[in-house]
């Protein structure tokens, strides 16, 4: 697995433009010390949908995998049956 580069702020801007290819409203924070990275937007119904990521799952594999699974849940409400 490719882990994204740079100072946390890098990543998150990085796994922000990844999250938004997907979700184009989504946001991207740091969170816990710069620990982890929260990616969200709201959904139709007015949910928030979201997921964490931990500093070892900063990889371009798991953040898309992550990308695709909201864009879903923002699509079906928080279902992620498709």
Known sequence: MTRIPGQPED???TIEAMVREEVPDARCELRDYQHRIACGTMDAWGNIQDFVLVKNDWTEEVVRHHAT???VMVRTGGSTAG
């Open 11 to 13: 990543v998150r801007r």
């Open 69 to 71: 699974r909201l864009a």
